[in-house]
Structure formats: C-alpha cells, structure tokens
DNA sequence: CTGAAAGCGCTTACAG
DNA sequence: CTGAAAGCGCTTACAG
C-alpha cells in the first residue's frame, strides 16, 4: 500500500501543467496537442494514476454515485429490485450505495440522514411507513434529489415509482376466480405501509361474502407461517390464500405442508412478488411478475432527469400473472 | 432542494470563524469557550447545517465508509455475511458500501478498481476465483487495505477470514455416518474457489469407498437442481447428498421431490451455511451455522486496525451442525 | 493550444 | 481560547 500519485505527479513527470493533464486524462481532448496528450498518457499509465474521486467529485459538486434504501435486504423481493437498480445504474456508468433501513423508521431515518450528507447524488428510497418515513424524506428532499420507489409516504411531494398494485391484485382475484376458487383469504401484512394499504383496499373492492383477510405485522416468512396457523386454527379451511408477498407465500405454504394441507388440492396459494424463490417450492408458486427493470428506469430517470417538476410524477407499471402449480 | 449550508455561514451566523465553528461541530470541544460553543451550536441548528462529508474526506484523507464486495447478491449465503458485516461496521459508526461482482472474474475487477478509486478506507472482498481474482486484489492491495472473507486467492498477501471448510466437511460427514449414512454424493462446486477446493480436500480426506462426487460450476439454485437430475439418472440413488451450500441444497431437494424422491428416507440432504432457506424447505434443511458475526468482527479489525502486519493473518472460524430433518 | 490561479468545503497545525 | 492561513486533490473559467 504504496503513496498514490496525484495529478500533479503525473504533470511533472509529463513536463506539462496540471491544467493539461487534467484536460487529457478527463478526456476533454479538444484543444489539447496530441503529444503532450500522448505524453500524459503515458506518465500515467507508469505512475499507476487514478483521479481521486473524492477530491474530484468536491470540485465537481457530483459523486456519480446514487443510493437505494431498502426496508429489508432479507426480503428477495428488494434483492431483486436492488440487482435491476444496479444493472439500470451501472448501464449508465453510475455507483449504487445501497443501504438498508431494517424495517424500522428511526434506523430509516439515521440511514436517510448519513445518505443525505453523504455520497450519492440521488436516492432512491422504499420508505418503510406511509406515514413514519414522511419526515425523514422530506428533510432528504432539501438536501438532494429523491424518488420513492414500490411505496410512497404521505403527504410529500416527491416522485414515485412501483407496480401497479390495484392491477395486480385484480389480476389474481381474477385468476382464482375463474380457476372456481370461491372462499378467498387475502393474506396482507404491513398495513402501515402505501403497499399494505393499496393491496387491502384493491382487494375489498374486489371481495366476495365468502372472502376473508389476515392481516400480519411484515412482509416475511415467519408472518407467512403465523398466516398458515391462523387459517389452521379458524375452522375450515379456504380454497385460497392471496398472499400479497413471495416470503408470505413461502412461509405459509411451507407450514400447510408440514401440517399435511395438499396444495393446490385443498387450497391455491399465490405470491405476488415473481421472485426465484416461487421455483423452488414444491409446487412452484403461482404469482406475478413485477417488470423490474422497468421500474430502475423510471426510477432513474426521474432521479437524474434535469428538473425537479413542481408536481412530481407518480408512475405505476402493470404486473403481469405467471400461473404456476399453486393455483 | 436548497443551498446547503456550509461552515462558513454557521461561523458568519455564528460570529465567529470557521476555525471555531469547526471545533465546536466536531466536537474538539476542548479549548472553546461555552458561550461561543452555545451560539456556533445554535447556529448550526437554525441553518440545518450537516458537514459536507466529500470536503471532510478529502481533509482528513479518511472517509469513514468501508466496502465489501461478493459475488452475487443473489446467493442468500452472502446476504447474511453482508447483513452481519453491515450491523457490525455501523456498530463502529462505519458507512458500508455493497457492490455485486455477479460470479465474474472481470466485472469483479472492475468492480475493484471502482472502489479503489471510491469512496473506502477499506474493502473486503469474496473473490470469486482463487487464480482469476488474484491481478485485481494485489491491485487494489496497493492503494488501500484489504481482506479477502469466505475465500481467499492463492499468492496474494493479504488477510483472510473465513469458516473452517475442513471442520465444517468432517462434521457433516460424521454425522451422516452416525446417522447410518453409507453412500454419500458430494456435491460440490466453484471448483475454481478456495471453498471449493479446500472442501473437496477435505471430503475426500473422509471419503470412504461407497461416495462419490458431483461437481457443477456455481453454487446456485439450479446447480442443485442439476445434480438431482444427475443423481437420479445415474442409477441407483446414493443415501445422502452432502452439498456444500444451502442454494445448492435447496435446488437439489426441490428436483428431488419433485421426481418423487423421499427425503430423509430414501436420501438424506444437508446444506453447508445455515441461511433461512433451510427452515422454510419441508422438510427443514440439516446444515451447518456459520459464526458470521465472527466474521464480520475479525474482518473489521484485520481491515481497521493498527499496523499491516508482514504476514497478514489468515483466521479460520469453526461452524457448528444443527440438525434438522433431512438427515 | 497552454498555464497560473481560483475555488469546491472542510480541518488542523501554527501563531498569537 | 481564537483566527488567519495552508492545504487535501482535483477541475475549469480566464488570460495569454
């Protein structure tokens, strides 16, 4: 771990100014003469040089790197959401930082807080409340650029991206419907959240007589297991659980089995989230596909765009259904 | 989104200058009169300041963020390490940085290069190949500290920390032969890394004449499902499969049952790193618990501490087995 | 086409 | 106890 060389390093031992060789080695090759540039070039590459970024992105007032703040990195479905972020980020020569707030709004609101006198130059953030997080990203919003992405919070006037959630629970009615499901029971979970509230309310405008809802703290696999005891213990069973996330639906359909409940024979079980875990439970789990990928772009875009519009965009994109062997 | 305030407004508001509006924020308070303390402090408050971390970067040459890059987010293994890492640096008031090097010796080296050019005092790494991953550690070796975790590459000088693969292997062949296990399939992969390899050793040192071996490139879900179908195709099934990752164990119990294979009577499982897949699979998955918050620990100081040493250490933590119920 | 100079926002010897 | 000054390592108007 040897002394780094610095820019200045690399003009003296090309004979040129500071001025010159910065101007090489960012690439603003006009106006340079192509020997000094081929010398820098070269004094460069002996010196082993590269721009430090810190001291670069102080002068340039910008990282090129933008952050993701995530309830749970426990929880797939945010896997798979921080992996297309990356993928999107990256594509576009930008660094993630992803940072994960535990499911908790005052861990949230230190994480938002060390984002926001730190190092990205935009943050996108999965709020962990729809009413808790309001502060924190409000305070996030007078020091940098933020999108809110899969749920928003009340009340603050910043962009928004995630799936279309009153599609994609209509969609799965829909399915179990014509599939002569008749005694739906909605799993939900996180009600204090954009997600739990617009899952619920989508599915009571959809609900039959014969439906019914259990609602759990979190998004996780052990809520998934209480689910499956509480539809075990409340009498008979009915022919579908609709878990409004994959972990829910893992948890429960793991516990059923174990408790001898052949699915789909006596109950359908649903996902919504499309993670990998569906593939690997026997029998694969029915659910819908979020287009992620959509999703990190828009979430970008709206992120790194060139202006803040007065009333930001709220964007939602359509889930689509993959029926699997659940259902 | 409005001008952040700097240290200078905070000293001007204040009346004082910045070199005492400095001491007083970072808490050098020694040597500063209460009042002025009160009113730099009050100021602050009033203007919402927050020191610009990018500018005390580059003053302190320290940016108070370590790294760790793994090979794929993906693999539930490295969402716990990194989990145990995270609540481990932030115990220390460290910033981490997580970057994905998705199982490739080339990403993973421009991923390498990025942070060494970025934002880390440290870095700790999982190399993805015990030869390929070695150009770009030695590189990043001579521009900041770091520690290879998990795994570790051949001729680089540089700390190491990491399960014991040797105990971890012996343990789990003794219990399937206490357990009456006869004819054991390892199944192995990521030849190319020192896990790999150093489990591979250490099955064949406990080999007896009725196992056999099953090696596939990656540790991942679908390997696992590739082993079954070459389990189940190459005659007479085995009656354990030792895999060496829960991702591998899951795939391969998955296939299995679903071809109507009975798991533990007609075969056993186990996976090797205790992640929560394993409880979530019917039946829960025997494997071992890795002590990541060792880890994590040990990481932190070899990657923080003090001096680097000449021979840098190389820390082997031991795994425990918790039997579950397919052994 | 090139270089001297200013400045990004801090912290920290140094002098008083 | 306090402030003027230097400097971390860059980039970029500006003058020539």
């Not at 305070?139 to 279309?164: K, N, S, Y």
């Not at 005694?183 to 039959?208: M, N, P």
Request: charge should be neutral.
């Amino acid at each position: 771990m040897q002394q780094r060389a610095t820019l200045l390093d690399v003009a003296t031992e090309a004979g040129v100014s500071r001025s010159t060789a910065s101007r090489v080695l960012t690439g603003t090759l006009r106006n340079v003469d192509p020997q000094l540039a081929e010398r820098v070039l070269e004094a460069s590459q002996r010196l082993g040089y590269r721009a430090n970024p810190v001291a670069r992105a102080l002068r340039r007032q910008s990282t090129g790197n933008v952050g993701i703040l995530v309830p749970s990195i426990r929880n797939s479905y945010f896997v798979h959401l921080v992996d297309a972020f990356t993928r999107v980020a990256n594509r576009s020569h930008f660094g993630v930082v992803l940072a994960d707030s535990g499911d908790d709004p005052e861990l949230e609101s230190r994480r938002i807080d060390a984002f926001g006198e730190s190092l990205v130059d935009a943050l996108a953030v999965v709020p962990t409340s729809v009413t808790a997080s309001g502060p924190s990203i409000r305070r996030a919003l007078e020091r940098t650029r933020v999108v809110q992405v899969d749920r928003w919070t009340a009340g603050v006037d910043c962009g928004f991206v995630g799936v279309d959630n009153e599609a994609g629970i209509r969609l799965m009615v829909e399915h179990l419907r014509s599939n002569g499901r008749r005694r739906i029971a909605y799993i939900g979970a996180d009600q204090d959240t954009s997600a739990g509230v617009e899952r619920l309310a989508a599915f009571r405008a959809h609900a039959h007589p014969g439906d019914r809802e259990i609602l759990l703290p979190h998004f996780s696999t052990s809520a998934g297991h209480h689910a499956a005891q509480r539809l075990l213990a409340d009498g008979p069973l009915p022919d579908a659980a609709l878990c409004t996330a994959d972990v829910l639906a893992v948890g429960l359909l793991s516990t059923l089995q174990k408790e001898g409940v052949k699915v789909p024979d006596d109950i359908a079980v649903t996902g919504f989230d499309g993670t990998d875990l569906l593939e690997l439970m026997n029998p694969p789990i029915t659910a819908l596909r979020h287009p992620l990928d959509a999703i990190a772009e828009r979430a970008l875009e709206l992120m790194l765009g060139p202006s803040v519009p007065a009333h930001p965009e709220k964007v939602r994109l359509p889930p689509e259904l993959v029926a699997r062997s659940t259902s």
